[in-house]
């Protein structure tokens, strides 16, 4: 643990200490790493005796929805912003320093006036005021989280192990993506030793497919693109397709990595259209491409290998413009 870190998680849990109420939150769409880590800090700050909540902008999607069973983890309501955040003495931001990734619950946030901690492992400054935990080297927000627990001297009960170890999994998928390290096995054989069910994660997380995702998956890969000799895949899912399918935006989850996994493929980007005329871009890299740097030219971030940006245009005007710049990244590559 680096020496600013180090100061911060010390400073993390002087405010834990002293708050009474809590209120956890993460990014729009919320993910495994997001879900996982805010369930995790939820139990301890219970077993603290704090009184501890949940407050997302989206619910939590159906294979995630295992961790909720003691803590739930609902989406936006704005009579629940309103009551939690105007009683909470800290606000705790996990996997995201990015204000705007808060979608409908933006606003309340940025008028909450308590202490803020945000614990993240992406690249880049806080947007927020408070205390920034943050390492850019961990696999995921929960190995992150992990490691400050132990510092905090925080007993990791079987609830919390299956949370981190879940988080952990997701972010890496299932330990095979290059973030994985080997703190990151370190870190996955401790929470096992202390009760995480690995199986029922596995169960939930990698071998539960709903018959919408699979008729979703067959029409992505009887439509999608390859150029730059096979090197540059994409595909693009208009909200017409996402209708038809009568799919959900889980159910999207894993096809930018299926591209990705493509035989040469090195630069796989998945755009999907979103309600009031914006585009979800998600950039994925098998090779030598920064595509936390090719989505910061659109607004977004993340890491080297997985990044995305949210571009308040239609899709229609969006496509061509990031795929020039993808097959820009792919020639400097080569250069």
Known sequence: MSGDLRRASRAALDLFRRAERVVITTHVQPDGDGLGSEVALAHWLRREGKTANILNPHPAPRRFRFLEKDIP????????????????????????????????????????????????????????????????????????????LAGWGAEIVPEMATALYAAIAYDTGGFRYSNTTARTHRVAADLIERGADVHEINRQVFESVSPTRARLLSRVFGEFHLEEEGRLAWIALSGDLMEEAGAEPEDVEGVVETLRSLEHVELAILFKELDRGATKVSFRSAGEVDVNRLAGRFGGGGHKNAAGALIKQPMGAVVEEVLAAARESLVQQVG
């Open 73 to 148: 983890a609902p989406g936006f309501d704005p009579e629940a912003a309103e009551r939690l955040l105007g009683t909470a003495d800290l606000l705790a931001v996990l996997d995201i320093s990015v204000p705007a990734r808060l979608g409908g619950l933006e606003p309340w946030v940025r008028n909450f006036t308590g202490d803020v901690v945000v614990v993240d492992h992406h690249l880049g400054p806080s947007g927020f005021e408070g205390v920034d935990c943050r390492d850019t080297s961990a696999a995921a927000t929960a190995e992150l989280l992990h490691e400050l």
